[in-house]
């Protein structure tokens, strides 16, 4: 890779959702956001989901975890091979289990058979090296997200939300011009998010998720159990701070409450650990930008505008992909890593130095 200049990079995201895998290409040198590419989707078959599913909470050694490995890697290798034009990759891999003041971090799929089978640099393994250091291993979008604020021309501090199965937090001064300079960032996980929802949507109507809120919508939030849930000694942590799909499954139990008050309930719980987070932010933010597919749905974004008394806007608003946009993470990550800058730091990962995480493999 020619040092210094702006590489086409593909990046790959399979998140906690289990829905599918995401990848897109970013044109970058690392630190700025040139352009953005071409990007894919390419969902889990049920079958491949229910072999990822048996792994989630296993570590490496158990017969479940290669299982679902070999789905990863297929599935990667199947649609990483539809993009052309890249010069290296980023390969996240699927969380599989995440603890990382215990045993660690695990991120399924191999980056050496996935370097060779594409014949491409691929970057991997990009939270272990974090978490050997007393880091949290996550969220890593922090210092993606510092780029695309400089990109869109924001001038004053915002935050980038991101609302998948887990949410997480950025805090941005662009002001700062570069993300490991102090006063730059503050980056947490923000509790739960759509997974506990996702759910009990499941179990009600055998589809896994709220399409839009309009279920939410129809129920009543029960705030007393929203107080309750905040109570979580996670809430009373300073962060950063890192979550595991279901580390708050005991906490929010809704099963004695109407359907749509249940829903209704749940979608208020992610509103409301956002706000909770948000009262650790150093300074008020401008803007409230949401990324990943919580976004979508029309009851929680008006739950956030309400309970941070502040537009919450889809990152589109700003010219963004909420689809793409950790995909594109890994891309922009992976070229950090292989010029030798750090991808994680104190304030985003709670590291006591700056790390580059991220082991990379040449064909
Ligand atoms: N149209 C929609 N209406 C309501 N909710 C939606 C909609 N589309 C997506 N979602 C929610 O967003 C979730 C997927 O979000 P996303 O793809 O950002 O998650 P992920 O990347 O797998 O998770 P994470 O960021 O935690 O790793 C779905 O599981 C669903 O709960
Ligand atoms: C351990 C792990 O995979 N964490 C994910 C998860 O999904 C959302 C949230 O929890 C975040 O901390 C992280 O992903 C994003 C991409 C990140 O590292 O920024």
Excluded: C
Excluded at 40 to 57: D, H, K, N, V
Excluded at 153 to 162: D, K, R, S, T
Excluded at 287 to 311: E, F, I, K, P, Y
């Amino acid at each position: 890779m020619q040092k210094g200049g702006a590489v086409w990079a593909l990046g790959t995201m399979s998140g906690t959702s289990l829905d599918g895998v995401d990848a897109a290409m970013v044109l970058t040198d690392g630190t700025r956001i040139f352009d953005f590419g071409p990007t894919a989707y390419r969902p889990y078959s049920p079958a491949e989901q229910a072999t990822i599913r048996a792994a989630f909470g296993q570590w490496p050694g158990d017969p479940a975890v290669a299982a679902a490995a070999a789905v990863v890697e297929s599935a990667h290798a199947e649609l990483m091979s539809r993009f052309t034009g890249a010069e290296i990759a980023g390969f996240h891999g699927q969380t599989l289990a995440h603890d990382p003041q215990g045993q660690g971090t695990h991120q399924a799929g191999d980056g050496d058979l996935l370097a060779r089978t594409l014949g491409l640099p691929v970057v991997w393994d990009f939270r272990s090296a974090d978490v050997a250091m007393g880091g949290q291993g996550a969220p890593l979008a922090p210092f993606y997200h510092f780029a695309l604020a400089r990109h869109i021309g924001a001038a004053l501090p915002l935050a980038i939300l991101n609302l998948g199965g887990v949410g997480n937090v950025t805090w941005i001064d662009p002001r700062q011009t570069a993300p490991e300079h102090a006063g730059a960032l503050l980056a947490f996980d923000t509790g739960p998010a759509n997974a506990p929802l996702n759910d009990l949507m499941q179990r009600l109507t055998g589809t896994p998720q709220d399409a839009g809120g309009a279920f939410a919508a129809t129920g009543t939030v029960d705030e007393t159990l929203i107080d309750r849930f905040l109570t979580h000694p996670y809430f009373y942590r300073m962060p950063p701070k890192s979550l595991d799909r279901n580390d708050f499954h005991a906490s929010l139990d809704v099963t004695h409450l109407a359907p749509q008050d249940a829903a209704a309930t749940l979608t208020a719980a992610i509103a409301a650990s956002v706000a909770r987070g948000a009262e650790h932010f150093p300074t008020q933010v401008a803007r409230l930008l949401v990324t990943g597919g919580g976004r979508h749905n029309a009851t929680l974004m008006s739950q956030l505008s309400t309970r941070l008394r502040l537009d919450a806007e889809p990152v589109e608003a700003a010219g963004l992909d909420g689809d793409m946009l950790e995909a594109q993470a890994f891309a922009f990550l992976a070229v950090r890593v292989a010029r030798g800058l750090p991808t994680s730091g104190p304030t985003t990962t709670g590291v006591p130095a700056l790390v580059g995480g991220g082991k990379v493999s040449r064909p």
